[in-house]
């Protein structure tokens, strides 16, 4: 079965875009968690969105992790484009191409031949990518309409995960093993190209800025 994508794109002020990402990356966690799950209800942007996180300390500090890093690829001055994906995988046993074990033609097989040894690989079956335009405000009334925007994009944006979570499900692997989360997570930190580009006329050229 095909992995399962779903984009989403916002534009931000750059310092809303912390808590904003925050908000998506626990609430998709959040509808993907399937081990035991205690609920934490969380506020951002004056209050005006709420979200639920998962209230378990390796997922708190793999977020701020990630959102730190996604803050630090981010310039503080000017516009950027930065990509976070959340990726959802299984584990599944692999085993080694016959070739690697397979054609002896004694009556004696290797060991590693008798055992065909296995083994593991992750397989992704639902990625979320998430495009963030950095914005700057230059004066108050910006910031005021930055910050009612941020407020609209953010609930769209969670309403979007809720509903694609709830709604597509097929894709999800059986669960094995009830016992703890059986879908390991990866996030991913993506800056884009305006920002690759000014990081590669720095190390070419020490004093542009």
Same mark, same amino acid.
């Given at each position: ?30 509808? *993907?968690?399937? &081990? ?11 209050? $005006?969105?709420?979200? $639920? ?6 997922v708190l500090r793999t977020v701020d992790e990630k959102v730190a890093e996604l803050m630090q690829a981010i310039p503080a001055a000017?516009?950027?484009?930065? *990509?976070?994906s959340l990726h959802f995988t299984e584990t599944k046993p692999r085993r080694k191409p016959a070739s690697a074990w397979f054609g002896?033609?004694? &009556?004696?097989?290797?060991?590693? &031949? ?6 593991e690989e992750e397989v992704c079956w639902e990625e979320w990518a998430i495009t963030i335009n950095s914005k700057v405000a230059r ?17 769209? #944006?969670?309403?979007?995960?809720? $509903?694609? $979570? ?9 669960? #094995?093993?009830?016992? &703890? ?20 006329? *720095? #190390? ?6």
């Open positions: 079965m095909e992995r399962k994508v779903v984009t989403q794109e916002l534009s931000l002020e750059r310092s809303l875009i912390q808590d904003v990402a925050k908000a998506l990356l626990h609430t998709i966690i959040f509808h *993907r968690y399937f &081990g035991n799950v205690t609920p934490k209800s969380n506020t951002i942007l004056s209050s $005006a969105v709420t979200y $639920a996180s998962v209230d378990n300390t390796e000017g516009e950027a484009r930065t *990509r976070v002896k033609t004694s &009556g004696l097989k290797s060991k590693k &031949g008798r055992e065909k040894e296995e083994e004066t108050e009334r910006e910031r005021n309409q930055m910050l009612a925007s941020a407020q609209d994009q953010a609930k769209d #944006a969670l309403f979007l995960v809720i $509903a694609q $979570a709830d709604t597509h499900k097929d894709h999800i692997p059986l669960i #094995a093993d009830p016992q &703890g989360n059986p879908f390991p997570y990866h996030i991913t930190i993506a800056p884009g190209a305006g920002l690759w580009s000014s990081m590669i006329k *720095r #190390a070419i050229l020490p004093g542009i800025s």
